[in-house]
């Protein structure tokens, strides 16, 4: 059975940090690309960011390049979002999402978790 499952949400004030993880289960991780993706209230599901297989190339969307770095641990079978310098329109539901090498469509998704970014 396919598993993703995300932890680490929560409010935060604007400039704070959280550090969401996605544990995964019942594929071979290592064989997927690995992203993050979120959504907003009234708004279409946007991309996060991603990370290769091997957790050597890593791709952010520019409104959080240079503030969120994604990262994966393939002993553990997680990937994890650090998520610095926090904006109140970082406020959305955030998932991740499994890719298979060679795929063109994502295979698996997590339930999400809520990120509120608010004073």
């Known amino acids: 059975q396919v598993q993703l499952v995300e932890s680490g949400g929560g409010t935060v004030q604007p400039g704070g940090s959280l550090r969401l993880s996605c544990a995964a289960s019942?594929?071979?991780?290592?064989?997927?690309?690995m992203s993050w993706h979120r959504q907003a209230p009234g708004k279409d599901r946007e991309l996060v960011g991603t990370v290769s297989w091997s957790g050597i190339t890593t791709t952010y969307a520019d409104s959080v390049k240079g503030r969120f770095i994604i990262s994966r641990d393939n002993a553990k079978n997680t990937v994890d979002l650090q998520m610095n310098s926090l904006k109140p329109e970082d406020t959305a539901v955030y998932y991740c999402?499994?890719?298979?090498?060679?795929?063109?469509?994502?295979?698996?998704w997590g339930q999400g978790t809520q990120v509120t970014v608010s004073s």
């Open positions: 999402a499994a890719r298979m090498v060679g795929a063109n469509e994502i295979n698996y």
């Open positions: 019942g594929f071979i991780f290592d064989s997927y690309f």
